[in-house]
T-cell receptor
Framework: AQKITQTQPGMFVQEKEAVTLDCTYD???????LFWYKQPSSGEMIFLIY??????QNATEGRYSLNFQKARKSANLVISASQLGDSAMYFC?????????????FGTGTQLKVEL | DAMVIQNPRYQVTQFGKPVTLSCSQT?????MYWYQQKSSQAPKLLFH???????NEADTPDNFQSRRPNTSFCFLDIRSPGLGDAAMYLC?????????????FGDGTRLSIL
């Protein structure tokens, strides 16, 4: 069985600062994928970034980067130069490439607030 | 733009009165999912379709049913809504066989039960 753990229920960051949102995972699969989604208060789930278990380099997408440490089973999201519009719930999720098929396992989320 | 569209955005129904939520997609993705998300919780998968093959999660109540008449449309039917079914319902799609592709979500339908 897969499990995603996000230990920070809430985080605060000042505008223009960087912030790291933690995510650890547990799986017996050798091949898997890790995703981060953003969910504003309006409710839509917005895909941010993906990391495959065999990817040797950390994924980056604009101001988002993923600090992937496979041996530690962690996939932390780093947001650089935070903006007020980054205030939202952030979910880490894992997708099994074998066995679990197309299903995602979500963590419990981290509520991020960006302050002036 | 290709997208996933959920209607309505907000739905109010009475206790015990059947309700249907709809989802359509222009992405031509094989796989469609329905999630239930309660306040401050992670989305919980109810079921998903791989083409026309229906896959129910073991803990999804019988009260929840789904239909997928074609590739583009998928419906969530709640036969006798209870107060505990008030939640956000999210539809998502993904291409089959592409494990590195994200699930694309609609904006969700917020269901309230009176």
């Amino acid at each position: 069985a897969q499990k995603i753990t996000q230990t920070q229920p809430g985080m605060f960051v000042q505008e223009k600062e960087a912030v790291t949102l933690d995510c650890t995972y547990d799986t017996s699969d050798q091949s898997y994928g890790l995703f981060w989604y953003k969910q504003p208060s309006s409710g839509e789930m917005i895909f941010l970034i993906y990391q495959g278990s065999y990817d040797e380099q950390n994924a980056t997408e604009g101001r988002y980067s993923l600090n992937f440490q496979k041996a530690r089973k962690s996939a932390n999201l780093v947001i650089s130069a935070s903006q007020l519009g980054d205030s939202a719930m952030y979910f880490c999720a894992m997708r099994a490439i074998t066995g679990g098929g197309n299903k995602l396992t979500f963590g419990t989320g981290t509520q991020l607030k960006v302050e002036l | 733009d290709a997208m996933v569209i959920q209607n309505p955005r907000y739905q109010v129904t009475q206790f015990g009165k059947p309700v249907t939520l709809s989802c359509s997609q222009t992405l031509n993705h094989n796989v469609m999912y329905w999630y239930q998300q309660k306040s401050s919780q992670a989305p919980k998968l109810l079921f998903h379709y791989y083409d026309k093959d229906f896959n129910n999660e073991a803990d999804t109540p019988d009260n929840f049913q789904s239909r997928r008449p074609n590739t583009s449309f998928c419906f969530l039917d709640i036969r006798s809504p209870g107060l505990g079914d008030a939640a956000m319902y999210l539809c998502a799609t993904t291409p089959s066989g592409s494990s590195n592709q994200p699930q694309h979500f609609g904006d969700g339908t917020r269901l309230s039960i009176l």
